[in-house]
């Protein structure tokens, strides 16, 4: 998804598009991206990671649940 967004933004609806139409899309994009980057231990990672602090954990999971409540919900969809 994370790839998606990047190589097509413009092929992406979000509700809440901002000024140009595609700020939206790429703050979905910014969040995917933190939450991929900034979560090392997601899906049982092969590769050793650091341990993330309770704070980190709660942010990452805010961070998830917005953004798939926002894909299921349909504001944020594929043209």
Excluded: C, I, Y
């Amino acid at each position: 998804m994370l790839r998606e967004l990047r190589q097509h933004p413009r092929q992406w609806d979000v509700t809440l598009a901002g000024k140009t139409g595609t700020e939206g899309a790429a703050t979905v994009e910014a969040m995917m991206s933190l939450l991929w980057t900034g979560q090392t231990s997601r899906h049982g990672n092969l590769q050793t990671t650091r341990e993330e602090t309770p704070a980190e954990a709660r942010m990452a999971v805010d961070l998830a649940v917005s953004l798939v409540r926002w894909f299921a919900d349909g504001a944020v969809r594929r043209r």
